[in-house]
């Protein structure tokens, strides 16, 4: 397969058609790219012979070119001066050098057209390569990303959700009845707390009454003899009996 069918296949070739191969997509495409490398490094030479050989046919051409003016114009010369001996000889050699020259201008040609193939040619396959280079790390990030997917899922399929979600509304449970239980408690704390108070409401309205009687009884007892019970007195003797009966 020549050098120019093998650049031709290549331009051709649809890189995203590797991803569906065998083989490490990865690998392929960094081998592909290589591989273009080195087939632009060998048109490079082509190119550079090409055109090393055009530069020597066009360097002929041109010289050839220079010699049919050269001896017109000195065919013209001679015939001016009247020596037409002179002058017909000037265009018997202006004549031999315009034949050179209509011999080899088809090659020149040619190679002209051949050299601008090749740079047309090299043009392209830079372009394919700069292009190959760019799906490639495209392609790459892309098969990280599907690897990455693929591991996780994997992963995933592994765990058991089922028991991971009854594990959780356990500890959910837990969790809330821990809170209704401490919520709980500091309600009866506060109930303790307020009865405890009321408590010691209700006992100092009985305390000020009680000091309220006693000071009463104070002052009946400093008004009437000792020896001579008065009918209230009875009555607290008789209220102190009845308490202590309910005690016992």
């Known amino acids: 397969m020549g050098l120019l069918d093998r650049i031709s296949m290549l331009a051709r070739s649809n890189l995203n058609a590797l991803i569906t191969a065998a083989e490490d997509p990865e690998k392929i495409l960094e081998q592909t790219i290589i591989d273009m490398q080195e087939d632009l490094v060998q048109l490079r030479q082509a190119v550079a012979q090409a055109m090393a050989a055009m530069k020597r046919q066009e360097q002929q051409y041109k010289q050839t070119e220079a010699q049919v003016m050269e001896w017109e114009r000195r065919a013209m010369l001679a015939l001016q001066k009247g020596d ?17 020259l209509a011999s080899i201008k088809p090659a020149y040609e040619q190679s002209v057209a051949q050299v601008n193939q090749l740079k047309k040619n090299l043009t392209i396959l830079e372009s394919k390569i700069a292009e190959a280079k760019t799906k490639k790390e495209m392609l790459k990030s892309r098969i990280q990303a599907a690897k990455a997917q693929e591991n996780l899922n994997n992963m995933m399929g592994k765990i058991n959700t089922k028991s991971a979600a ?29 009865a405890q108070f009321a408590q010691l ?7 000020d009454e009680l000091m309220a009687m006693k000071a009463r009884l104070m ?22 009996q009845q308490i202590r009966s309910s005690n016992i």
């Open 166 to 194: 009854a594990a959780f509304e356990r500890m959910e449970e837990r969790v809330l009845m821990a809170e209704a239980k401490a919520n709980a408690l500091s309600e009866m704390g506060m109930d303790n707390l307020e």
């Open 84 to 100: 037409e001996n002179l002058a017909r000889e000037a265009l018997a050699r202006k004549k031999t050098y315009a034949d050179t």
């Open 201 to 207: 409401e209700s006992n100092s309205d009985l305390d």
């Open 219 to 240: 002052g009946t007892s400093a008004s009437t003899p000792a020896l001579n019970p008065s009918p209230v007195d009875a009555e607290l003797e008789q209220l102190r």
